[in-house]
């Protein structure tokens, strides 16, 4: 029964599960072949222009990205720290998760204008820091918040730098999209990972599952975009879901922050977290 309680698990045996869960993907990452884009990677399904603009349909959804980048700096810049985060360090991984999700509106506008391995950057490059700041966003609030903080700038490096090399070994005719699709995808395998062993500083957790699936659904239309677009008698593609449900989704992360409040336990020391008014009164 302990087995199917992963919470109720040493800490020290967590932490192990976490390191090895990673140490494998990396091994598997350097040992795995060559991965390059495919041929029809920049062939998508809704090619219709309207008034003028090219792919409209896939230009256009992106602005949900746009609005819910620009509505979390906005609420991130004018929310004092209580309740939503106890400490304001813990802000700056969303700053960075909602401006990577702003860019991602912008750069994948342009991409989708004209689709290219040279436009391509623009739209990888700001989502690699959206992946990152959220799983370190997430491993401070419940693991341990100094090791997540010093951890930042350099889980965005190496984001970063996974799209660079593709670029890079692009140019050379040999380009290696791996790194970048291992960043993807083993940060919601990360991110799920850590909130299904360690326990919640804050509430509001339904929202962070709620956008999760959203994510999810949003790979799914991606995968089917031809599909949807035939299935739907040509009038929306799996693509322009997958931009609109991804955009939903990082409004529902805005949703977890303004609706949380502090009070579950601390992951480091086991203890409850009081809210301020009960923390005084306590006292």
């Known amino acids: 029964m302990v087995l199917l309680k992963p919470r109720t698990w040493s800490r020290q045996a967590r932490l192990t599960l976490i390191a090895a869960v990673t140490l494998t993907g990396l091994l598997f990452l350097f040992l795995s072949p060559r991965v390059p884009i495919?041929?029809?990677?920049?062939?998508?399904?809704?090619?219709?222009?309207?008034?003028?603009?090219?792919?409209?349909?896939?230009?256009?959804?992106?602005?949900?990205?746009?609005?819910?980048?620009?509505?979390?700096?906005?609420?991130?810049?004018r929310r004092p720290a209580e309740p939503s985060f106890l400490d304001?360090?813990?802000?700056?991984?969303?700053?960075?998760f909602f401006a990577g999700v702003a860019l991602t509106g912008v750069g994948s506008w342009w991409y989708h204008m004209a689709p290219s391995d040279a436009r391509l950057p623009w739209d990888l490059l700001p989502m690699t820091c959206s992946f990152t700041s959220m799983v370190v966003a997430t491993y401070m609030e419940r693991v341990n918040l100094r090791t997540g903080f010093r951890a930042l700038l350099p889980a965005l490096m190496l984001g970063a730098l996974s799209v660079v090399y593709w670029e890079i070994t692009a140019s050379l005719g040999r380009g290696e999209y791996k790194f970048y699709l291992f960043v993807q995808f083993f940060s919601p395998v990360l991110l799920a990972l850590i909130i299904g062993l360690f326990p919640p500083r804050y509430s509001g957790v339904r929202y962070l599952i709620a956008a999760f699936a959203l994510y999810v659904a949003a790979k799914l239309f991606e995968v089917y975009d031809y599909a949807i677009f035939r299935g739907l008698g040509s009038s929306v593609s799996g693509h322009a879901l997958k931009h609109v449900t991804a955009g939903v989704a990082c409004f529902w992360i805005l949703i977890m922050l303004e609706r949380r409040r502090p009070g579950l336990v601390d992951p480091e020391t086991n203890q409850r977290y009081l809210p301020p008014a009960r923390r005084a009164v306590s006292l």
């Open 38 to 77: 495919g041929p029809g990677y920049h062939d998508f399904a809704d090619k219709r222009a309207w008034l003028g603009l090219p792919n409209a349909a896939d230009v256009l959804s992106n602005i949900p990205f746009v609005l819910a980048g620009l509505c979390g700096l906005l609420w991130l810049g």
């Open 88 to 96: 304001p360090r813990e802000r700056i991984p969303y700053v960075v």
